[in-house]
């Protein structure tokens, strides 16, 4: 049983920046990828960005050059840094681990304000 959770959400203006942490209860150097996803009010829940133990990154279109997923094995700690933030990025985001099952933290939110 991985157990995740994340910090580092809360309020900030449009073209501001947060940095999301999510620390799992155990080595991350096990999992096979880690990923950050959002949930926004009345939509369905979508991939952000997503990480592997190898280290290859992915994102989605409507983030990319302005997030950034990282992780410290040492810390079992990922990260999303955040840059250029908009109104429409005003989520819960939740990190999720695959190690043979599929674990999700219990989010934390952002909210832009334009």
């Known amino acids: 049983q991985v157990q995740l959770v994340e910090s580092g959400g809360g309020l900030v203006q449009a073209g501001g920046s947060l940095r999301l942490s999510c620390a799992a209860s155990e080595s991350i150097f096990r999992i096979t990828h880690m990923a950050w996803y959002r949930q926004a009010p009345g939509k369905e829940r979508e991939l952000v960005a997503r990480i592997t133990s190898a280290g290859s990154t992915n994102y989605a279109d409507s983030v990319k050059g302005r997030f950034t997923i990282s992780k410290n094995n040492a810390k079992n700690t990922v990260y999303l840094q955040m840059n250029s933030l908009k109104p429409e990025d005003t989520a819960v985001y939740y990190c999720?681990?695959?190690?043979?099952?599929?674990?999700w933290g219990k989010g934390t939110q952002v909210t832009v304000s334009s």
């Open positions: 999720n681990a695959v190690l043979g099952l599929v674990y």
